[in-house]
């Protein structure tokens, strides 16, 4: 009999726990923490307090794995929101047109997204979970990881032999702690820290609005050598909107009412201060630092047969850019692919599968630290940084996208992990590219136009009203 132990029983343990109960005989999942019986937070996700979202390609990557999920999350309340169509969005660059996308993202609280998919996954049979259950190191050789030694709540440390350790515990994981105690090399952490934190706040949706509101992003705006500052709202279940404020070092968001307030006006353009003005609150306002990308290159090591890294214990990207739940997704289709290539947990699929998870890590990294780079007071330890001709390039991209339909469908497909960055240069977008922009600028009271959706919930001055690009 096969057996595979998960560590840690969020998103991209559960999910992996899926990808192997098809080729191992029981999949053991062991998390320190206890699951809840509703919707509701759980201590070990501090982080599930602010937005969350699915990607496309994040949501395609679950349907394949759980048939019929993503119907299962829009009856419990989660909104499909088109991207920029169903999004009022402000880049550093001005504001987008709306214009038809095949890319989309789904929206719901984290805690709903778990439930359901909790749900689902923990119905397979082959799946049990260990709950309240300390992982204090592993076992084996640096050759051959043989299993875990956990310490149920109460009770004395206990071995749990398997065939495969795959580590989820996330951006904290104490896994190269654990495999040097092995012998195995230190595994090389790249870091790079744009200094973001987060201030969100659950609010009650005015009476009377529309079904399909849309989201509104205000972005933070990177390369001006100021601190950036943006804001997003985004529609949730039940009636309520998450409010995240997200800043870099020297405008971190507050967390008293009416610095949350002025934070929020402040930004770019104040249409979410003016959105939440007309919205009753519902949760306290949490804050939320710990936003560094980190990528910890395991494939670069000699993996010990018998071991795994997935989702943030691989690669955990700034929250800010949205991909961490797709990603750990797509990584467990990318296990679940391995595995039936290599026939099962058999020797030698520990570094076939790596460098299979590595990979879907590389485009939504190159992206985020991209971006966290030219951001002031940035702290990396990166081999290679980019360019300020990248910076250009990226501002370039940005202002075509806003008005080039072609332009903006490779954009938004890339971001949402649904097509190639490569899609970007294809010809027909190269030269739109080396035109540069053809349009006007909108205007904000433009742009807030094209979204009827609105209704009459906007004041005139909130519409007319553009700050000055100055960093904010």
Known sequence: MTRAVVLGGGMAGVLAAVALSRSADAVTIV???FYPDTPAPRRGLPQGHHNHMFMRGGVEALESLLPGITEELQAAGAKRRSLPSGNLTRSGEGWFRRQPSSAYVLLCSRDLTDHVVRGRALANERITVLQGTRVTGLTGSAERVTGVRIQPAGEDEQTLDADLVVDAT???SKAPDWLAALGVPAVYEEVVDGGFAYASRVFEAPPGLREDFPGVLIQAQAGTGKPGRGAALLPNEGRRWIVTLFGTRGAVPPTDEEGFVEFARATRHPVIAELIDKARPVSEIRPYRGM???RRYYEKLPVPEGFLATGDSLMAPNPNYGTGMSQAAR?????RETLRRH???RPGLSRKAQKALAKIAVAPWMAATTQDHFFPDVQSNAKRRPSPSQQRLNERITKVAAENGRVAEAVFNAAA???????IFAPANLLALLRGPRLP????AQAIAQFPEFGDILDAPAQEIDHAVSGN
Request: charged share 20%.
């Open 417 to 423: 992990l649904s097509g190639s960055p490569l899609a």
């Open 331 to 335: 990584q467990a289709v990318a296990l």
């Open 31 to 33: 998390d320190s923490d």
């Open 343 to 345: 026939r099962g947990l």
């Open 170 to 172: 996330g951006r904290r």
């Open 292 to 294: 560094a990308n980190r």
């Open 441 to 444: 600028q909108l205007t904000a």
